[in-house]
């Protein structure tokens, strides 16, 4: 197939609660790599991942609990998966609209930090690597820092009355 990539559905009940963070710590305590994990679609009492296919049969063999919650497995087509992602709401002020600084924002890193994790490729945006913190970012930019989350700059960008930026941005959760 030209795209090796299946969906794995995770059913639980709806009054546990589980993150992305539970989800992807059970996968990587099976000591597969990141790269075989596609998308983990948390929802209420449901989540999807897209794996790569040559993985399905072990992770259905291995994986019987998230944390402390038992989990039921089952194949999934991912034609008809619909998703309104979570997030939470974060606002500040920048200097300007460049990816540092917005990254900067968005981690609570310093500017020199995010400029470090940039130049280091560890930085997505629009789901793209970026390596030039001065990249300008535009309201409904999606932007990425590995170990820190994934970020949207939302449409809310006004002047302050000091010069600066005022932004929202919209965290996944």
């Known amino acids: 197939p030209l795209f090796p990539i299946v969906g794995l ?3 639980y009940r709806k009054s546990e609660t589980l993150s992305h963070r539970d989800f992807l710590g059970s996968f990587m305590a099976l000591g597969v790599r990141r790269e075989v994990i596609g998308d983990i679609l948390v929802g209420n009492g449901q989540t999807v991942v897209c ?3 040559k993985q399905f049969d072990y992770f259905t063999d ?3 609990k998230i944390g402390r919650v038992g989990v039921t497995l089952t194949p999934c087509i991912l034609d008809g998966i619909t998703f309104e992602p979570k997030f939470k709401e974060l606002t500040g002020t920048v200097a300007s ?3 540092d600084a917005v990254l900067a924002e968005a ?3 310093s500017r020199e930090k995010a ?3 940039i130049r280091s ?3 997505n945006c629009n789901y793209e690597i970026v390596q030039s913190g001065s990249r300008p970012l535009q309201p409904g930019d999606v932007f990425s820092a590995k170990g820190y989350g994934k970020f949207l700059l939302s449409g809310e960008v006004r002047p ?3 010069g600066r930026l005022f932004i929202t941005i919209q965290k996944y959760v």
């Open 9 to 11: 559905k995770l059913e």
């Open 51 to 53: 794996l790569y296919e």
């Open 62 to 64: 291995n994986i019987k």
């Open 97 to 99: 609209l460049r990816l």
């Open 107 to 109: 981690t609570g890193l």
């Open 115 to 117: 400029s470090v994790l």
């Open 121 to 123: 490729g560890l930085v």
């Open 160 to 162: 302050t009355k000091k």
